[in-house]
Nanobody, 123 residues
Framework: QVQPVESGGGSVQAGGSLRLSCAVS????????MGWFRQAPGKEREFVAT????????YYADSVKGRFTISRDNAKSTLYLQMNSLKPEDTAVYSC????????????????WGQGTQVTVSS
């Protein structure tokens, strides 16, 4: 089984930075793609960024392009999300997801989910 566990969330002022980590345990060789999603209060869960475990193909949501960077360290079985120039609208619970399907921006295509980590950006 695959179990992602997020860390690194917190509170920061607008314009600041945070780096989220997602440690993945279990049968990581079965993973094809990993992604970050977020859900703000009163809103639906939305796609943030995704990366293939092998090859490193990347896709970002338009709202975070140029500000967020997704990366992974296969040796450490860890996924990262570097978030710069944070805005209040980035405030949300950020979740790490892993899946055996090809790279996707759709939550339903990911089979394994972490518990989520809160990111709060104040104005």
């Amino acid at each position: 089984q695959v179990q992602p566990v997020e860390s690194g969330g917190g509170s920061v002022q607008a314009g600041g930075s945070l780096r989220l980590s997602c440690a993945v345990s279990g049968r990581t060789f079965s993973i094809n793609a990993m992604g970050w999603f977020r859900q703000a209060p009163g809103k639906e869960r939305e796609f943030v960024a995704t990366i293939t475990w092998i090859g490193g193909a990347i896709y970002y949501a338009d709202s975070v392009k140029g500000r967020f960077t997704i990366s992974r360290d296969n040796a450490k079985s860890t996924l990262y999300l570097q978030m710069n120039s944070l805005k209040p609208e980035d405030t949300a619970v950020y979740s790490c997801a892993a899946g055996r399907r090809p790279i996707s921006t759709t939550p339903g295509d990911y089979e394994y989910w972490g518990q989520g980590t809160q990111v709060t950006v104040s104005s």
